[in-house]
């Protein structure tokens, strides 16, 4: 089993930057696929970025793609998302998840089994 953490969270203006934080322990993120979630109000969780285990390949929702980048650290154990140019509808608790186990279908959030407990970032227009 693996435990996440996640912080970095705030409240930022349009434009601005934030890097979130997804601190693991009780096992080594490279052994999953390991993901960002996020889920604004009255919304469903949606998947925001993924790191592939083995190859280590990213995936991006369309949304964020060049804004955003998902990156770890395995040293520290620790993966991170850098947002920048940030948007209103980007507002949302962000989600840092990891599975194992599964081939395909990165981007469902019912297939990934372990889950922080969310870090909040507003983005204001």
């Known amino acids: 089993q693996v435990q996440l953490v996640e912080s970095g969270g705030g409240s930022v203006q349009a434009g601005g930057s934030l890097r979130l934080s997804c601190a693991a322990s009780?096992?080594?993120?490279?052994?999953?696929?390991m993901a960002w979630f996020r889920q604004a109000l009255g919304k469903e969780r949606e998947a925001v970025a993924v790191?592939?285990?083995?190859?280590?390949?990213?995936l991006y929702t369309d949304s964020v793609k060049g804004r955003f980048t998902i990156s770890e650290d395995n040293a520290e154990n620790t993966l991170y998302l850098q947002m920048n140019n940030l948007k209103p509808e980007d507002t949302a608790m962000y989600y840092c998840?990891?599975?194992?186990?599964?081939?395909?279908?990165?981007?469902?959030?019912?297939?990934?089994?372990?889950w922080g407990q969310g870090t909040q970032v507003t983005v204001s227009s």
């Open positions: 009780g096992n080594t993120i490279s052994s999953y696929d």
């Open positions: 790191i592939n285990t083995g190859d280590r390949s990213t």
């Open positions: 998840a990891a599975r194992s186990g599964w081939h395909g279908f990165p981007l469902r959030r019912d297939t990934y089994q372990y």
